[in-house]
């Protein structure tokens, strides 16, 4: 900048960078320039500059995403009046460019030369003067841009042309550089193999902006009509300035998306932290209650993992099955009380009646035995006696009656209470089980079936193939024989980890029964599956099976089938089953698909 020492001179010369720089001409702002071009310092002041700081952000390009993640940075140190934030944030960015300059340019210049001397049929020397010139004209004054569109034409000259076809708009393919100079329409350039892929690719980046993106983003109207827009922009582009603009606006529009994904990963965070924060407290709350304390501990696994479909599927029918049992036992407790109550209440009742009875039965004998003190003669004590015997009948009656019903109502409160505790052992077990299934972890039949159900109804729903492997081990029986059973159960278990280990995460796991297991595996051709099976095979034989710190092999045949139309869980297992039968008489240690 020339040095300026007339006051008209600098402040002609301070007007005139304002106009240039767009920025509004206030007083502060005036005064900054005045001094800048001065040479002066500006001391009337010593707060943050934040106009200027903030014109200066304005100014700057926002076409890339460096560039945007800069003017977000800058935008927050002005906000928050943190000038080394915003110095630093500059000198980051400027590191950044400055490696990204860094170009091979001699061993690309070495390439390209290389390639232009190599021949090939499909390449004349025109064709690829053609090229180059396009490339010069179009690339600008940007080296980056120059470089990364040379080094694509080196790998398609590398190829014969069929390769990776050029790039004059970032983004968008060119028509193997067929484009004439001094043409913007591309519909009227010569038609190569890319040229007539032009429209299909416009119609595929339309179709995934109405489709795909607009769909996931429903709940942001306004982010939602935007892809709607351009995609019909997609559609009507048709010439390299209308690709650039629609360039420029998909780059703003994966911006807004990048801000909108944080936005939900954050809302998801903070549900998933206030729910730790609920689970917490109720763990804290409740001391004594096991079967809750079962419950809470598998939303807590399910909310400190990624989120699975098939997971929380799995806890929900668990936890089902013990808040069911809960009401059983519940209605248990209520018929106990009750029938504590009735005993309580009779025994009362019989002890009043008792009482009364035992009170007359007192009065009569006195009666009788001043009777006895005034008899004369045998004949009226006979009388006495006959009355005596008669009321020590009655109340003998009543006390065995009494005793009797006593007994009864102490049976059924005995009865009551044997299956409560049944039904707490129950209860213990179920609670057990909504974190791990008996002996080896994984799903049992019952399991299975509801695994299988919704994994059908899924695939019919999306068309989307299924396919089922049955697993069993091979010698089972001589291991168990050999080694106890104890070494057959943890052999079973063995086989259970390795599986959940190596398959996906969306793959099902179920002991069918004995030593059989069943896989599902969703969204899988039956190739796909097969391959995935022998490489559980595979992965089994490198992972010996230890028992007494002695390695023992373990090997299964395995069947797989892929669920078709008409069938149901009966029709496929029975297909699975065959097929591993078929592969026990083959040698066993093999898969066979059906």
């Known amino acids: ?177 067929t484009t004439p100079k001094d043409s913007t329409d591309l519909a009227a350039a010569p038609q190569s193999r890319a040229g007539e892929l032009l429209p299909q690719l416009r119609d595929l980046l339309a179709f995934a902006l109405e489709q795909a993106v607009a769909a996931q983003i429903a709940e942001a109207p306004e982010l939602a009509a935007q892809a709607k827009t351009l995609a019909e922009s997609a559609r009507k582009a048709s010439s390299i300035k209308a690709l650039d603009e629609l360039l420029v606006e998909l780059k703003r529009f994966a911006y807004r998306l990048e801000l909108l994904v944080d936005d939900r990963t954050e809302l998801r965070n903070g549900l998933l932290h206030l729910l730790n924060l609920v689970i917490e407290n109720i763990s804290e709350l409740v001391i004594d209650d096991n079967w809750l304390h079962g419950q809470i501990a598998v939303v807590r696994d399910i909310v400190s993992q990624p989120l699975n479909l098939r997971s929380i599927d799995d806890a929900e029918r668990r936890i089902k099955e013990v808040v069911y049992k809960q009401s059983q036992l519940k209605h248990s407790l209520v018929e106990a009380k009750e029938a504590l109550k009735v005993m309580l209440a009779g025994f009362v009742d019989h002890l009043a009646e008792f009482s009364d009875t035992t009170s007359g039965y007192h009065d009569k004998i006195e009666v009788c035995a001043k009777k006895i003190s005034e008899a004369n003669d045998i004949n009226e004590l006979a009388d006495v006696v006959q009355e005596v015997m008669k009321e020590t009948r009655i109340i003998q009656i009543n006390a065995q009656r009494s005793r009797d019903e006593l007994m009864a109502t102490r049976k059924k409160v005995t009865e009551t209470e044997q299956r409560i505790n049944e039904l707490q052992a129950e209860l213990d077990s179920a609670s057990k089980l909504v974190r791990h299934d008996q002996l080896t972890g994984v799903l049992n039949r019952r399991g299975l079936e509801e695994a299988f159900e919704k994994e059908a109804s899924r695939a019919r729903r999306r068309s989307t193939p299924l396919c089922v492997g049955l697993l069993d081990i091979d010698n089972f029986k001589k291991l168990n024989d050999s080694l106890g059973h104890d070494a057959g159960d943890a052999a079973l278990i063995h086989l259970a980890t390795v599986i959940r280990e190596t398959m996906r995460p969306q793959d099902t796991c179920a002991r069918f029964g004995g030593e059989e297991f069943i896989i599902l595996l969703p969204d899988t051709p039956l190739e796909d599956a097969q391959k995935a099976v022998v490489r559980l095979q595979r992965e089994l034989t490198k992972r010996f099976f230890l028992h007494n710190n002695e390695k023992q092999l373990i090997t299964f045949s395995a069947g797989v089938t892929e669920m078709r139309s008409e069938d149901n869980q009966a029709s496929v297992m029975k297909r699975a089953d065959e097929a591993m039968y078929s592969a026990k008489k083959t040698g066993k240690n093999r898969v066979v698909s059906v």
């Open 1 to 177: 900048m020339p040095t300026f020492s007339n006051p008209n001179e600098i402040a002609r010369e301070t007007f005139r960078l304002l106009a240039t720089r767009r920025v509004a001409p206030t007083p502060d702002n005036y005064r900054a320039v005045y001094h800048e071009v001065a040479g002066t310092r500006d001391t009337t002041g010593s707060g943050f500059p934040a106009e200027p700081l903030k014109s200066l952000a304005q100014a700057l390009p926002r076409e890339t995403p460096a560039q945007l993640r800069l003017a977000r940075e800058l935008e927050q140190a002005i906000k928050d009046e943190k000038l080394e934030t915003y110095v630093a944030s500059f000198s980051g960015f400027l590191a950044e460019r400055a490696s990204i300059e860094k170009l091979e340019w001699s061993e690309l210049i070495n390439e390209l030369l290389q390639e232009w001397d190599a021949t090939s049929a499909s390449l004349t020397p025109g064709k690829k003067r053609e090229t180059l010139d396009h490339i010069f004209s179009s690339a600008g004054s940007n080296p980056e841009t120059l470089f990364n569109r040379l080094q694509a034409v080196v790998r398609n000259w590398r190829q014969g042309g069929r390769g990776e076809s050029i790039t004059l708009v970032e983004g968008v393919p060119d028509a193997e550089s």
